[in-house]
């Protein structure tokens, strides 16, 4: 904690100095608390940053399951014409 001095041509009784060391004494806790809640702060916003981050890259990462095939049939135009092909073909 840092030492403060008066001046050599200041004459002070000792109950202003008291009041001076408390009224300084005051000033730094409120420095500290104000500190400490800006730090807080801080690092509520980092935790949700990194949070966001996290899900951005699990939603953009490959699926855990396989999308379900999609099946294209393809027949001949006329109607009583047996089923010639069945493709199935899966989306990436």
């Known amino acids: ?8 041509n200041i004459t002070t009784s000792d109950s202003d100095l008291l009041f001076m060391e408390e009224l300084l004494q005051q000033q730094l806790d409120a420095s500290y608390s104000l500190a400490m809640i800006a730090t807080a702060y801080l690092v509520v916003l980092l935790l949700v940053f990194l949070w966001n981050l996290k899900m951005l890259r699990r939603r953009n990462a490959a699926p855990r399951f396989p999308r379900t095939p999609v099946l294209i049939i393809r027949a001949p135009i006329s109607a009583t014409a047996r089923l010639t092909k069945v493709v199935i073909v899966r989306e990436d």
């Open 1 to 8: 904690m840092p030492v403060y001095q008066l001046p050599q």
